[in-house]
Every structure is written in C-alpha cells, then in structure tokens.
C-alpha cells in the first residue's frame, strides 16, 4: 500500500556483484535467525549433551523431553494462556478506542487538532516505567493486583498513540463521498464509521492491531510487578521466574522460549508485509 | 468483488444529499468530537495525567509499605537522600553509558543492515523476516538466549572464540564483561527496528538522483555521503529518538541476563525505581527516583516535538 514498492525506488549500495550479495544475504540471515534457531537447537537435546565440552552445534539425538518438562514443571500453558488474554484483549480495546478518536481527529472540524496530536505523540514516548509507583498504588486501590486487568489498560495505553496515528492516515484516504451517502441511506454517523470506513480501512487496522499485540505479548516489567501471584504470570515473566534447584534449568527454559517464540513468529511470518509499513509509517510521521 | 459496485452506486447517489446532511450534523459535530475522543482521554487520565500527579505528590511523602505508618510529609527529604545514595548514582550512570553505547551503536549496526537488505535480491522475504524476527522477540526473550549465548562453559559465544583460538571469559563475573554483554544484547535486538525505517528511507530516495550523479562523474563513495545520508536524516532521527527514550528505561535485557550482577554493576535506573518498589515497597524514594527518569525522558521527547514542528 506504502512506500513498499521496490519497483519505483533505487534498490543501490556500494557493494554489488551476485557472490557479494549471496554472502550478505547470508549474514543478514544469520543476524536474524541464528539465535532463535540457536535455542531451538538447544531445546531438543539431551540434557547429557548439553554439559558436554566442546560443545555440540546441531543436536546429536534430538528429543522432545525439554518440552514435557516445560509444560509438566511450571505451569507453562497457563502463562500462555494469560498472555493471549491479556494481549487478546488489550488489542480489542486498543482497537475500539483508537478508531473512534482516530475518526474524531481525520474527519471531524476539532478546534486544537494539532495539539492533541502532538499529545499523542508525546504519550508515544512517554517512559511508563517511571508510573510503576502510582500504577501500583492505583490497581492495589482498584483491587486490580493479581488481575489480567491490571496490565490490560497500561498496555491500551502502550499501543493507543501508534495505532492511532495509524488509523488516522488510512482513514483520511477514505473518500468522504462513500460514508456521506451510506448516511443518506439511513446510517447515523458511527453506523457510517463502523460500516463503511472501519472495513475499507481493514489493512490499517490490521496493522495497528498486530502492532498492538506484539507490544503487550513483549511486556515485562509491569506483568512483573503486578501480577505476584504465579498463577498469573504471562509468558515473559512466567519463564524468567523459572527456578531449578540449583541453576538455571537451561534445557527446559529453551523449550519453553520456542513456544514463546512461535506465535509471534507465525504472526510475522504471515503478516510481514503489513508489519513493516505499520512499523515505518508510524516510526517516519512520528 | 460486491463491494466495488455498491461503492459505485453509492457515490451517484451522492451528490444530491450531501447538503441537507451537513447542514444537519454541523451543529452536533462538536459534541459528537468531544463523544469519540472520550473513552481515550478517560484512559489517558487513569493511567498517566492521575499518576504523574500521583507520582510527584508521593515523590515528596515518607511511604514505605512495609513501615505500616501511614504517609506523610517529608518535603525534599527523597531527593536529598537519593543525592546521597551510591546506588542511585552507579543505576543511573549505567543507564545513560547503556544509551551513550547501545543507540549509536544500534544506529551503524541499523545502517548498515539496511544498506545490506536494500541490495535487489531476488526473493525479498527471507531478508524482511530476518529483520522482523529480533523486532518481534521480546526484549526478555533476548535477554534470556543471549545470557545462554554468552554461558561461560556451554555459550556459544565462548565456544566460538576457542576454535578461533581465543581464550573466553565468565562473563557475568566480571562488571565491565557483563557491561559488555548486556550492551551487544540491546544493539543486537535494537537495530533491526532501526534497518526497518532507514530501509524505508532508502527505498524513497528517487534512482534519478544517483543516475545524475553518475553523470557528474561522482564515486559511490562520494553519492552515499552526500545523497543517501542527508536524505536519510529525517528518518533516523525519529528512530533515534524513539531509540534513545527506549534506552533510558533499560530494563528487561538487563533483568534477565544478570539481575544487576555482579552486584550492582549493570542494574539500571528502571530496576531500582522496580526494587524499590516492589522489593522493599519504598514508594516515597521509588517516586523519586522515577522523577528523575521522567524529566531525563521529558527532555528527550521535547527536543523530539521541536524537531517534527521545524520539520513541518
């Protein structure tokens, strides 16, 4: 949709040459990929093989023990269970409030429009670590603690600027025309919002919504702070927090990490596209 | 393709009804603003205007949970105490040596990334994953394989340096190593964010300009400096700032590799306002703290809308 298309624009660089560019793709590969296949290579070994010196690069008898055990150890399907409910519904809410103001400021006549952008903007950048002491005291007030809520409206608010701003731009590319006369058929005007340019906008909402997801599926430090109880924990917290006896449990925490890794990267990998104009066009317009 | 003629037949019908409709919904348009903007500017409030206040107000108050005396006044006794706290001085020292090393350093590593993935490859996905995949990894999920990476028996990172006949080090018992491990984390984790807007950049950045300049007879050398990065600037300074307000609040990397070890030689501000807080429940110092953490960010963000306003 974007500035994607590699047709009209230089594709240049001081290098060139077809063997040059095999063995850059290849570093930007390894770049890349190499740690997440790093612990993947690790969670199917055995535990034997993993204190061997030298150590082992591909897995000599690939097994799926660490993964029984990272689900049989800790309750690992609860923590990702907690963290698709909290990322599941922060991105709805996410969604929901930032079309409406979204709409609000790319088509209705606002006195200080510019102001509240810049606000926007702001919160953007605003460091959320520095309101762990007044968020703490709010939920503790709230008697949110322990509660997917606690970091579901922190985590609004995280991803609320960006997808704002992105709503904004896909929504002021919708002719006026086409929700004017959904409203002469009878629509009111959240009707036309919600009916005609929420769907043609789809690919921005997709894109704000999977920015969104990502964002709170990512947090730690408040999911940290705000949930003690362990039944609680989301995938981050629940992993880091993962105790052995004596030392950290390697084996089993690699496990874990891959099943942490793959929806993301399913995400990803399906919706690349979008993810990367999401991504610069919220990061070139600020 | 049902909806391409209904937006046909819907735009005819138009043009007869747009009048009475505006006419109509002018005078509520302010209210029906004020409606839409609302549930955001609710939240905003609960969850940052009410706290800053919050956050300045305990700043200034005797507020330790586990005392069990209710709060109270204490004036500028948080700050005075914090001036004379080592520990504040050595977290918020590491804090702005992690900025001063990890966003310059995310920004030539972003760069050239960049400069690598512009190249016309045939198939473009496997490159775009490659830079999506450490965006999307989250920053504890970073710090947790890195740490195995840099494991002084069974890292890769030692073992690596063996079969290049360099002896490794215990990296996490040594501040300046941990330091140094910690800091390739971010920039590892960092720049892709950073190769994805210079990317985009790049890509806008007309052929015309550098076919001119192969006509003027100028180097490939030459046309970088003074085509690719001026046009470039907006781009990255976004993404610096973006980077270095990120930086400042430096928390999770270093969480999950060493807990601030050995001692507290790599524990940053963010972590001590958290151990602060949810360790020894001190809410009174622990809002101090993250004044100070609040006025380093505000700066940043500040100098950031200058720049957009210049801009534009």
């Known amino acids: 949709m974007t500035a994607m298309s590699h047709d009209t624009t230089a594709s240049r660089s001081i290098f060139s040459g077809k063997p040059l560019r095999i063995l850059i793709g290849f570093i930007l590969l390894v770049n890349g990929m190499f740690p997440a296949l790093w612990i993947l290579f690790t969670s199917l070994k055995t535990e034997a093989e993993l204190t061997v010196k030298p150590i082992t690069w591909l897995p000599h008898a690939p097994t799926i023990a660490n993964y029984l055990r990272a689900f049989t150890d800790q309750p690992l399907l609860l923590f990702l269970f907690n963290s698709f409910m909290v990322a599941i ?19 209705l006549q606002i006195r200080g429009r510019d102001l509240i952008l810049s606000a926007i903007i702001a919160v953007s950048t605003f460091p959320l670590v520095t309101l762990l002491v007044p968020l703490f005291e709010i939920m503790r007030a709230l008697g949110l603690l322990n509660t997917w809520v606690a970091l579901i409206l922190p985590y609004t608010v995280l991803s609320l600027p960006v997808c704002t701003l992105i709503l904004v731009s896909f929504f002021e590319g919708i002719p006026r025309d086409l929700e004017n006369s959904a409203m002469i058929d009878g629509c009111t005007r959240i009707g036309a919002l919600f009916k005609v340019v929420v769907p043609l906008s789809a690919p921005g909402v997709f894109t704000a919504g999977i920015l969104a997801f990502v964002n709170a599926w990512d947090e730690f430090l408040l999911a940290l702070s705000f949930n003690s109880n362990p039944m609680l924990r989301t995938l981050p917290v629940g992993i880091t927090l993962y105790q052995g006896e004596f030392a950290f449990p390697w084996p089993v925490i690699s496990a874990a990490l891959v099943v942490g890794i793959v929806p993301v990267a399913v995400l990803i990998v399906i919706f690349q596209e979008r993810v990367v104009s999401g991504l610069t066009s919220g990061g070139i317009k600020g | 393709m049902a909806t391409a003629s209904e937006t046909t037949l819907v735009t005819t019908h138009n043009e007869s009804g747009t009048k009475w409709w505006t006419r109509f919904l002018d005078p509520s348009e302010r209210t029906l603003a004020v409606l839409l903007l609302m549930p955001a500017a609710l939240l905003l ?10 956050l300045i107000w305990t700043s ?56 690598m993935a512009n190249l016309p490859f045939n198939v473009k996905w496997p490159v775009r994953l490659s830079l999506l995949i450490p965006w999307a990894l989250p920053l504890s999920f970073a710090g947790l394989i890195f740490a195995w990476f840099f494991h002084s028996e069974y890292g890769v990172v030692n073992d690596v340096l063996r079969r290049i006949g360099i002896e490794g080090v215990i990296w996490f018992n040594s501040a300046n190593w941990a330091f140094a491990a910690i800091c390739l984390t971010i920039i590892w984790k960092t720049s892709s964010f950073m190769a994805l807007i210079i990317l985009a950049g790049l890509q806008t950045i007309p052929r015309s300009l550098y076919e001119a300049a192969d006509v003027d007879g100028a180097g490939r050398l030459r046309q ?10 907006p781009a990255i300074v976004v993404a610096l700032i973006f980077r270095t307000i990120t930086a400042l609040q430096t928390f999770d990397i270093p969480f999950t590799m060493t807990r601030g070890g050995p001692g507290t030689s790599t524990a940053t501000l963010a972590m ?40 534009g």
């Not at chain 2, 970088?224 to 600037?233: G, M, R, S, V």
């Not at chain 2, 151990?275 to 809002?287: A, I, K, M």
Request: net charge neutral; proline share 4%; charged share 10%.
């Open chain 2, 272 to 311: 001590y306002i958290h151990q602060n807080t949810v360790d020894f429940l001190d809410l009174g110092y622990g809002s101090a703290l993250a004044v100070v953490m609040f006025a380093l960010s505000m700066g940043v963000t500040a100098v950031y809308l200058r720049m957009i306003r210049t801009k």
């Open chain 1, 89 to 107: 519904l922060s991105t709805a809410l996410t969604l929901f409030i930032s079309v409406l103001a979204a709409y609000a400021l790319a088509r």
């Open chain 2, 60 to 115: 200034f108050q005797n507020l330790s949970l586990t005392s069990g005396l209710p709060a109270s006044f204490a004036g500028l006794e948080n700050y005075t105490l914090m001036l004379e706290d080592p520990v504040f001085w050595e977290t918020t020292w590491n804090t702005v040596l992690i900025t001063l090393i990890t966003v310059p350093g995310a920004l030539l590593v972003g760069l050239a990334l960049a400069l």
């Open chain 2, 45 to 54: 409030t609960l969850i940052i205007v009410y706290p800053v206040c919050r």
């Open chain 2, 224 to 233: 970088f400096f003074e085509i690719t990065l001026p046009l470039l600037k």
